[in-house]
C-alpha cells in the first residue's frame, strides 16, 4: 500500500510539503490523562500567543488561506483545518478529548499551527492519493448519511474513488474515522514553503513519540515532496 501526491498539486504549490506518519499496531483505547493535560497546556499558550481579532494574520494561517483562494476556495466559508481549531480555542472553548490518537494530532496541530489528520488504514484495501478531483468521486461526511461529490479540480485525498478528505484539510470522510478500535493509522501533516523541513520532521517524530507513550504500537515516517512524491507503507 502506498501514500502519493499527485504532480499536478506540486505544479501549483511547489513547496508544499506532507509530513507522514504510520503507527501499526497501536492501542487507542487507552486513557490517556497526561496527554489531555498537554492539550489544555497547549490551549493556554496558544491563548497567549494569539488574538482573536488579528489572528488570521498569523502568516501559517494567512498562508493557508491565500492557498485555499488560489484553488477558488473561500476560507471563511470552508475553513483549513487548524484554522478552525485555533478560532475555537482563541473562543475559550476546549477541544474535546475524542482517543489518544485524535487528541495528539490536534495537541500537535495547535502547537505548530499546521493541518495535521489522521485516518484509520486498518480499513483500506488501495492505495491513498492527494490529487485533483474529476468529480466523480464519492464523499460521506461524518455524521451524516449523504454522499456527495467534490468539485472538478478540488483538491482530494483518496482511496480510489473514495474520498477521505475533502478540500485539502477541510474535512475528513467517515470511511477512515479513527476509533477507538483502530489499530494502524496514517497522519498527515501539511507543510506550505513558510514550514521547514526541520519543523515538519520534528512534528513527525513528536507524533511518533506521542503514539508509542500514549498507544505503544510501531513507527515509520517520511516526508513527501515534488522531489519523493510517494512511499510505501
Excluded at 62 to 68: C, F, L
Aim: with cysteine; aromatic share 6%; net charge negative.
Amino acid at each position: 500500500m502506498d501514500v502519493k501526491i499527485a504532480k499536478e498539486v506540486f505544479e501549483k504549490f511547489p513547496g508544499y510539503r506532507r509530513g507522514l506518519v504510520i503507527a501499526y499496531e497501536i492501542d487507542n483505547s487507552r486513557t490517556a490523562p497526561d496527554l489531555i493535560k498537554e492539550l489544555r497546556e497547549a490551549e493556554e499558550h496558544l491563548r497567549k500567543s494569539l488574538k482573536p481579532e488579528t489572528f488570521i494574520s498569523e502568516p501559517k494561517i494567512s498562508v493557508w488561506r491565500e492557498a485555499y483562494r488560489a484553488i477558488g476556495i473561500k476560507p471563511g466559508d470552508f475553513r483549513p483545518s487548524m484554522d478552525a481549531l485555533v478560532r475555537r480555542v482563541l473562543k475559550n472553548d476546549p477541544l474535546p478529548s475524542i482517543n489518544p490518537v485524535v487528541d495528539l494530532g490536534n495537541l500537535e496541530s495547535i502547537r505548530h499551527i499546521v493541518p495535521i489528520g489522521a485516518h484509520a488504514i486498518d480499513v483500506l484495501k488501495g492505495d491513498m492519493e492527494l490529487r485533483l478531483a474529476s468529480g466523480s468521486e464519492i464523499f460521506e461526511a461524518f455524521g451524516s448519511e449523504i454522499s456527495e461529490n467534490p468539485n472538478p479540480g478540488e483538491i482530494i485525498f483518496v482511496e480510489g474513488k473514495t474520498v477521505l478528505t475533502r478540500r485539502w484539510t477541510w474535512r475528513q470522510a467517515k470511511h477512515t474515522l479513527v476509533l477507538p478500535s483502530s489499530s494502524a493509522v496514517e497522519f498527515n501533516i501539511d507543510a506550505m514553503s513558510i514550514v521547514s523541513d526541520a519543523e515538519v520532521e520534528e512534528i513527525c517524530e513528536d507524533i511518533g513519540r506521542l503514539v508509542i507513550r500514549n498507544c505503544g504500537g510501531k513507527i515509520k515516517t517520511g516526508i513527501l515532496s515534488q522531489s519523493e512524491p510517494s512511499l510505501s507503507m
